[in-house]
């Protein structure tokens, strides 16, 4: 057999990976190690949307990792705890801290209860740890008790039991040095850790819950997290950026949702100066009141300049203040004429309503910079720049929150992006490259695109034409009617689905797109699971003014090596209760998709990516035995 053939450039690219190994014998092991960890079964993802700021009760979902944590529990358990008992661990694991705490108080922390939770904890550990290699179990451990827990957890059965001697004086040790609660701590970080593989956030962290900020730190720390941009998570990243209309729709929104505490205390951003402002302008109504229609009106004065600037948009029929008659009391759209509600004075410019007055320029100029200089709004952004994007390829599905738009045919509609016409996958590639220049380059256009994604009619993150003037001017409902994309019909339909995931390069009989966005209404018996299985739209409402409207408090998406299920949360009530109740999320899973193969790591997209790398090192073996590249020590 012949020498293999390598170009020079090949040859330097082998060059250059043989500085990772120094030896012969250090490249064969690589290989090998390779090779067996694609046959290891797939890890388990999650995939969730829409939390809109609702952080007690995602993060009780990311603590029982959805379920997760409570089934592992019960297949380990059921048959030697009570139901008590289990909740009692479950609840341990969810909130170590807590719960110690709430049980030293109780005096129920004796020696007895640490040796049988220490064994316990240990045993789920190894359970959930059987998907991993040793190596990344080391990993994921705590450096502090690294050595402890790996002598744990690879415990082996010999004739004399010495080995759970051992074991037993390890955990006995512990106990005497009074290290066991830290040790339980840590324990629970890695179980939660081993349960999930991989967090997908469908889009929309904000919006109306209060503590968005919060959830980001919950996410900041998480060990294996992507996101998927939702509008408001753009809305906000537009106003990080420095686009003046798009911090004014963040403070509309908070204001709207009496959520200031957020921008004020979480940010921040202070509104006394658009307090100040509005109480002088409007002096009959209340500070909120006030500050609410002022924020408005600026708003949508910034919005009407931004249209006005960007014909290309095609959103002139957005463009509304100059349509207002005072006089007649009423207003039209290109639907109709609709009569004004009762609102306090407007102070638009007689000859540009659009004009802000200078003290409104003052406000919005002191919001920009408030924005921008907000360090710690600053750092999460750039989270969502660095672990996001408009969409999301991951493990042959398509992830994505609103959107891709269509037409009334079914065809990809196009849309005109700074010149260039653009549909389908182009037209997202457009948008995510536009997104990231407005906020790295400040480029005004750039800034005016993060408010045409926020609420534009073809916006793959809104899908829908907003009617906030509307809502705002008149109690006439039939106003208010804000048509959907066709995508949001052929989205039900199988066919649809195949063409869309096939315009991303998804050709896989298993390939699904997973939505976010739009409320599932289960009391109406909507179902998430649409087009035959081909697309999962996973908002259920963990915001709890849409509860109402699914019946249910949440969705999780979870793959693993089996199939595919979703699991429907029911509301959260406070953390006390959990706590002093043992009283968990209730979850329902459904599975709706069983692999007739089980998944391993060989049939993902890091095991693509690990088939490339054996293939590298072979080639790089074969060139080192024939003696084309020389390893250096």
């Known amino acids: 057999m012949g020498e293999k053939e390598y170009t020079a450039e090949r040859l330097k690219y082998l060059t250059l990976l043989a500085e990772g190994y120094p030896t012969v014998q250090a490249l064969c092991t690589e290989i090998v190690n390779l090779e067996a960890h694609l046959a290891l079964p797939k890890g388990t993802e999650h995939f969730m949307s829409d939390i809109h700021g609702e952080y007690e009760a995602f993060c009780h979902i990311l603590n029982n990792c959805s379920g997760v944590i409570r089934e592992k529990v019960n297949m380990l358990f059921s048959g030697t705890m009570t139901g008590r008992e289990i909740s009692g661990l479950c609840t341990l694991i969810y909130y170590p801290q807590e719960k110690l705490k709430r049980l030293k108080k109780q005096k129920q922390l004796t020696r007895e209860w640490y040796r049988r939770t220490l064994q316990e904890m240990i045993a789920l550990s190894k359970l959930l740890s059987s998907k991993y290699t040793r190596e990344q179990v080391r990993k994921a451990m705590p450096e502090a008790y690294a050595f402890l827990l790996d002598e744990l957890l690879h415990a ?27 040790f339980i701590v840590e324990v629970s970080t890695l179980i939660k850790h081993l349960a999930v593989a991989r967090l997908h956030v469908v889009g929309d962290i904000f919006d109306r819950g209060a503590r968005a900020d919060s959830v980001l730190e919950l996410l900041e720390k998480h060990h294996a997290v992507d996101i998927t941009w939702g509008n408001h998570d753009i809305l906000w990243m537009g106003a990080a950026s420095g686009s003046p209309v798009c911090c004014c729709a963040v403070v509309r929104n908070c204001l709207s949702y009496r959520n200031m505490d957020i921008l004020e205390r979480g940010y921040g951003i202070p509104l006394r100066p658009l307090t100040l402002f509005a109480e002088q302008h409007y002096p009959g109504l209340s500070p909120e009141a006030a500050a609410l229609h002022a924020i408005t009106i600026m708003m949508f004065k910034l919005e009407g300049q931004l249209i006005a600037r960007n014909p290309d948009f095609g959103m002139e029929d957005r463009r509304l203040l100059h349509r207002l008659d005072g006089k007649h009391g009423c207003f039209t759209d290109g639907e109709g004429t609709w009569p004004l509600r009762e609102l306090p004075p407007l102070h638009l410019e007689q000859k540009d309503p659009y004009q802000l007055s200078a003290e409104e320029e003052t406000v919005a100029a002191g919001l920009v910079e408030a924005f921008r200089q907000s360090m710690r709004l600053r750092r999460q952004v750039n989270f969502l720049y660095e672990r996001g994007r408009l969409y999301r390829k991951y493990n042959h599905n398509l992830l994505f929150h609103g959107c891709v738009p269509m037409t009334e045919s079914g065809a990809f509609r196009t849309v005109e992006i700074e010149g260039r016409k653009c549909s389908g996958r182009a037209l997202m590639d457009a948008l995510d490259a536009i997104a990231r220049r407005a906020y790295f380059e400040g480029d005004g256009k750039a800034l005016d695109y993060m408010w ?182």
């Not at 002093?580 to 391993?600: C, G, L």
């Open 156 to 182: 082996q059965a010999d004739e004399d039991d010495n080995q759970v001697a051992y074991h037993n004086r390890l955990l006995e040790s512990l106990i005497d040095v009074g290290e066991s609660d830290r």
């Open 452 to 633: 045409y994604l926020w609420c534009a009619d073809y916006s793959p993150l809104c899908g829908r034409k907003i009617k906030t003037f509307q809502r705002y001017f008149t109690a006439q409902e039939e106003a208010w009617q804000e048509p959907r994309d066709p995508y949001y019909t052929f989205a039900n339909q199988e066919d649809a689905c195949t063409r869309l995931l096939e315009e991303f390069g998804l050709r896989d009989a298993q390939s699904r797109i997973i939505n976010g966005h739009t409320p599932i209404r289960v009391t109406h018996g909507e179902s998430p699971i649409k087009a035959g299985g081909k697309c999962i739209v996973i908002d259920g409402g963990f915001c709890r003014a849409y509860q109402k409207t699914t019946g249910i408090a949440g969705y999780t998406l979870i793959s693993n090596s089996h199939g595919m299920r979703i699991v429907s949360h029911q509301p959260f009530t406070d953390l006390e209760d959990a706590l002093n109740e043992d009283r968990d999320i209730h979850s329902q899973p459904y599975v709706f998709a069983t692999w007739e193969k089980r998944k391993m790591v060989a049939d993902t997209d890091r095991g693509q990516k690990m088939q490339e790398r054996i293939a590298d090192l072979h080639d790089l073996l074969e060139a080192v035995r024939q003696g084309q590249v020389n390893l250096s020590r």
